[in-house]
């Protein structure tokens, strides 16, 4: 049980740090390519910060612990928006642009409700069994393809930006290997934490959707938590949300999806209704809160998130 734990411990290390070498590395690379910042921080970063998530799933699929895989994107979903953005809110009030309430906030609700309905297949198709399909991993990456569009043309029509001629922070070569080292440790500490997480979950006899849930969702939001935290307190207000609202998005499409689409399907698990009515209701309340206050999120609102994730984690626990 010790020495599970520690290899816990040491996976999640891995995949925090593998995730930020990846990140400093990957941009880097496009920016020896010169390809404009702020495409950077829409697609790598956010792609970075979901890496722990992408890299469990896969694992975990592969090694057929399907429960894992989706308490990894439900949970680290949830825990982003009532957790984090209520930390953060509590620590600023959270100004949201209007361009995200009209458009990137409508997305992260439709992608939410997607995957809901491509799960209940017993309540919408009356089929015997609910489950995520090799198909509906496609319709799910051919959505993801409609926000990769969107962050194009964000990034065609932009122009402010400046930082194409910036000089990158390494080398091509270096640049390429930090991406390699990154990835590694990536992949090592996911192997680390799925099998790590799986053992303790029999020694305690309790369900691999708690685990999920819990540790390995809180463990795998380490790097947006951090960002998130620090953006706040910067004030970096346009980091802090696309953060979030960019990561929930890679969590459903790229990190159930791909692996959905490679490994062919995930079948009905132990998941409670409770926990996909609570990623819908954690995707409307952010955005009702982006809405009111003068597209604010107070630290009222921020407190109410605190407190809805306190009676949703001891629900999880209980039922």
């Not at 520690?6 to 740090?17: C, D, M, N, Y």
């Not at 890496?51 to 699929?61: I, K, Q, W, Y």
């Not at 998941?271 to 952010?286: R, Y």
Request: one cysteine or more.
């Amino acid at each position: 049980m010790f020495w599970n734990i520690l290899l816990l411990i040491i996976g999640f290390i891995a995949l925090i740090k593998g995730a930020d070498i990846f990140v400093d590395g990957a941009s880097s690379t496009a920016q020896n390519f010169k390809v404009p910042k702020m495409l950077i921080g829409l697609t790598i970063v956010a792609f970075g910060t979901s890496a722990p998530e992408f890299a469990v799933s896969m694992s975990a699929l592969a090694s057929g612990n399907s429960d894992m895989v989706l308490g990894n994107v439900i949970g680290s979903n949830i825990l982003n928006i009532l957790l984090i953005l209520g930390v953060a809110a509590m620590i600023k009030p959270i100004a949201v642009k209007d361009n995200t309430v009209k458009k990137e906030l409508p997305l992260v609700i439709l992608i939410s409700t997607l995957l809901v309905v491509l799960f209940l297949d017993t309540f919408f198709s009356g089929a015997s069994a609910n489950q995520i399909t090799r198909s509906d991993g496609i319709v799910i990456i051919l959505f993801f393809s409609i926000f990769l569009y969107y962050l194009l043309t964000i990034a065609k029509r932009d122009k402010t930006a400046k930082n194409d001629n910036e000089k990158p922070k390494f080398s091509l070569p270096k640049s390429l290997l930090f991406v390699l080292l990154g990835l590694v440790a990536i992949v090592v500490g996911s192997n680390l934490v799925v099998d790590s997480a799986s053992s303790i979950a029999t020694t305690l006899g309790i369900s691999e959707r708690v685990i999920a849930l819990t540790i390995i969702a809180f463990g795998t939001s380490l790097p947006e938590l951090v960002t998130t935290v620090v953006s706040a307190k910067k004030g970096e207000q346009d980091l802090l949300v696309g953060n979030i609202i960019g990561s929930n998005i890679f969590n459903v499409c790229l990190v159930l999806g791909v692996p959905t689409v490679i490994f062919g399907g995930i079948a009905e698990s132990s998941f409670q209704i409770l926990d996909l009515i609570m990623l819908i209701v954690s995707a409307v309340l952010l955005y009702i809160f982006s809405k009111t206050s003068g597209q604010k999120i107070s630290r009222v609102e921020g407190g109410v998130m605190l407190a809805i994730f306190a009676v949703y984690y001891t629900l999880v626990f209980v039922i």
